[in-house]
T-cell receptor, first 114, second 111 residues
Framework: DAMVIQNPRYQVTQFGKPVTLSCSQT?????MYWYQQKSSQAPKLLFH???????NEADTPDNFQSRRPNTSFCFLDIRSPGLGDAAMYLC?????????????FGPGTRLTVL | GENVEQHPSTLSVQEGDSAVIKCTYS??????FPWYKQELGKRPQLIID?????GEKKDQRIAVTLNKTAKHFSLHITETQPEDSAVYFC??????????FGAGTTVTVRA
């Protein structure tokens, strides 16, 4: 089945220790997104790629970086995690055909910062 | 940017009753309005969507209505069942590849 896969599902890191979360997709979608979701809140967009074009949200901290080496993979790097970065990180994809279409979400990575 | 407001924030209904969630948006350029259901610990999943050239769409027990003039859209769930208990998010998009989400509604269906 075509899908969005995230690894790991659970990640524990120490305060200030860099961490990388990964996302892959078999949908061959042009657009990939990274969201941060905290308890009882809506997903908050961090950035997205249309193909290799990177689009950062204005309020995304510099501590968050992303890489998309090819169509299938996208990575979220948190350079120096703080306690406030503990959250669920959701990857999503969309076809990019119209700019207004459904986004397919991965299962998420739950990040704990000790 | 687009601002989407969602009400109510929590909704408790008796099994078999209907549930209605309402959203308003600010940008008249928005043209796509999906609804996502997120069960505890799981990913958001699309349950229904509507485009700006349509006023209403129905899929079994779920329906969405859109009023472009008033800039609001609503989700209607009929004959609610315990498995409908979840957080529901409305969203709006204006062809910029992004979704603006509402704050979410926690729906509890009482057996």
């Amino acid at each position: 089945d075509a899908m969005v896969i995230q690894n790991p599902r659970y990640q524990v890191t120490q305060f200030g220790k860099p961490v990388t979360l990964s996302c892959s997709q078999t949908l061959n979608h042009n657009v990939m997104y990274w969201y941060q979701q905290k308890s009882s809140q809506a997903p908050k967009l961090l950035f997205h790629y249309y193909d290799k074009d990177f689009n950062n949200e204005a309020d995304t901290p510099d501590n968050f970086q992303s890489r998309r080496p090819n169509t299938s993979f996208c990575f979220l790097d948190i350079r120096s995690p703080g306690l406030g970065d503990a959250a669920m990180y959701l990857c999503a994809t969309s076809s990019g055909a119209t700019g207004s279409e459904n986004q397919y979400f991965g299962p998420g990575t739950r990040l704990t910062v000790l | 940017g687009e601002n989407v407001e969602q009400h109510p924030s929590t909704l408790s209904v008796q099994e078999g009753d209907s549930a209605v969630i309402k959203c308003t948006y600010s940008d008249s350029a928005s043209n796509y309005f999906p609804w996502y259901k997120q069960e505890l610990g799981k990913r958001p999943q699309l349950i229904i969507d509507i485009r700006s050239n349509v006023g209403e769409k129905k899929d079994q027990r779920i329906a969405v209505t859109l009023n472009k003039t008033a800039k609001h859209f609503s989700l209607h769930i009929t004959e609610t069942q315990p498995e409908d208990s979840a957080v529901y998010f409305c969203a709006a998009s204006k062809s910029d590849y992004k979704l603006s989400f509402g704050a979410g509604t926690t729906v509890t269906v009482r057996a």
